[in-house]
């Protein structure tokens, strides 16, 4: 709750920053992560989410963070169930839509392509060839930072434990 606090702050600070306003989308759905999909649903946070990652594109379309923010937001409530689906208009296309955005931005962002993998999965399994791909590419992706290294071994597990199905 302060983070969703500090994050709202941000924004009253500079109401014209991108990153601000998805920063709100990040602290608003971690916290909803606590709470379960179904009472975070239930308390109006899927459309908090979204508000404020459709305004951070609206402030930078260039700001990749956000496209990603906004497949996983559409992969997340489509997979919570039908009725998620259909009262957030949760859509499949857009999600792909907004994870091959986020790609086209930042094609050489090792945590682009692992999360496009995850909300792959999350969207249909027979996705899987698709996925595996991208995270491969996560995998073998040049990092420069803990960042990209933190994200390179989520791939790798990720591969492993697909691999040993």
């Known amino acids: 709750v302060t983070a969703i606090t500090y994050a709202e702050k941000a924004v009253e600070l500079d109401p014209n920053s991108s990153e601000a306003y998805l ?5 608003l759905g971690r916290y909803a ?15 908090r989410i979204r508000e404020a990652i459709d305004r951070a594109i609206a402030l ?15 992969s997340e409530v489509i997979a919570a169930g039908f009725m998620a689906w259909l009262l957030y208009g949760a859509d499949e296309d857009e999600s792909l ?34 996925a ?20 390179r071994g989520k791939a790798k597990a990720m591969l492993e434990e697909i691999n040993n199905r």
């Open 23 to 27: 920063q709100v989308a990040h602290t």
């Open 33 to 47: 992560q606590t709470l379960g999909t179904m009472t975070a649903l239930s308390e109006g946070y899927a459309e």
């Open 60 to 74: 930078d379309a260039q700001n990749y963070r956000a496209f990603l923010s906004l497949g996983a937001w559409h």
């Open 97 to 130: 839509e907004a994870y091959s955005t986020a790609l086209e931005l930042a094609p050489n962002d090792n945590n682009v392509h692992f999360q496009y993998a995850v909300g792959l999965l999350k969207l249909d399994e027979d996705n899987l060839s698709e």
């Open 132 to 151: 595996l791909a991208y995270l491969e590419s996560a995998v073998s992706l040049p990092v420069g930072d803990a960042y990209g290294e933190i994200v």
